[in-house]
T-cell receptor, first 113, second 119 residues
Framework: AQSVAQPEDQVNVAEGNPLTVKCTYS??????LFWYVQYPNRGLQFLLKYITGDNLVKGSYGFEAEFNKSQTSFHLKKPSALVSDSALYFC???????????FGTGTKLQVIP | GAVVSQHPSRVICKSGTSVKIECRSL??????MFWYRQFPKQSLMLMATSNEGSKATYEQGVEKDKFLINHASLTLSTLTVTSAHPEDSSFYICSARDLQGAAGNQPQHFGDGTRLSIL
């Protein structure tokens, strides 16, 4: 069975500082890992994904994530946070076929001006 | 990019009313669509997986007769909340996966959600 964990309900960071939103996973086989962002009263938007290849993946809006197989982690990072980055972030694991996506519980990112 | 249109964005209605929510893939064919429910400050709860031309697969604990799903074409899935009650008030989100996404290595495409409020 797949599972994705986001240990922090909320992360607060000052504008301009680096940010990290944590995610760990437990999946069988090769993981397909994704990060999505949700703004208030909106659906989810795709940020980035790891399928294979380089462990550091870059995505939209300056975000990146590092896949760490030994620590089973896929933390989301950004070198310099913006107030507009404040949103709800979901880590997710996809699988092939018609199987469902497994979402983490979400982390609310608050960037303080 | 792939766009999913969800309509309506907000519904306020009386208890006992049935409400239909539409989810359309605008520029791709979606063989599979997913319906989620999201409670305040919580993650998405998958309600059902909708496959074009076949019956939806419901998650455990989701009432099939309460939440009717129809996926009659490759671009449209509908969720009907029958005889809605205040406890059905929630944020409902659909997502769609195109043919390339069946392998799991492509992102899902989400609608903007429907805020359902039952008085």
């Amino acid at each position: 069975a797949q599972s994705v964990a986001q240990p922090e309900d909320q992360v607060n960071v000052a504008e301009g500082n680096p940010l990290t939103v944590k995610c760990t996973y437990s999946v069988s086989g090769n993981p397909y890992l994704f990060w999505y962002v949700q703004y208030p009263n909106r659906g989810l938007q795709f940020l980035l994904k790891y399928i294979t290849g380089d462990n550091l993946v870059k995505g939209s809006y300056g975000f990146e994530a590092e896949f760490n197989k030994s620590q089973t982690s896929f933390h989301l990072k950004k070198p310099s946070a913006l107030v507009s980055d404040s949103a709800l972030y979901f880590c997710a694991s996809h699988s092939g076929g018609y199987q469902k996506v497994t979402f983490g519980t979400g982390t609310k990112l608050q960037v303080i001006p | 990019g792939a766009v999913v249109s969800q309509h309506p964005s907000r519904v306020i209605c009386k208890s006992g009313t049935s409400v239909k929510i539409e989810c359309r893939s605008l520029d791709f064919q979606a063989t599979t669509m997913f319906w989620y429910r999201q409670f305040p400050k919580q993650s998405l709860m998958l309600m059902a997986t909708s496959n074009e031309g076949s019956k939806a697969t419901y998650e455990q604990g989701v009432e099939k007769d309460k939440f009717l799903i129809n996926h009659a074409s490759l671009t449209l899935s509908t969720l009907t909340v029958t005889s809605a009650h205040p406890e059905d008030s929630s944020f409902y989100i659909c997502s769609a996966r195109d043919l390339q996404g069946a392998a799991g290595n492509q992102p899902q495409h989400f609608g903007d959600g429907t805020r359902l409020s039952i008085l």
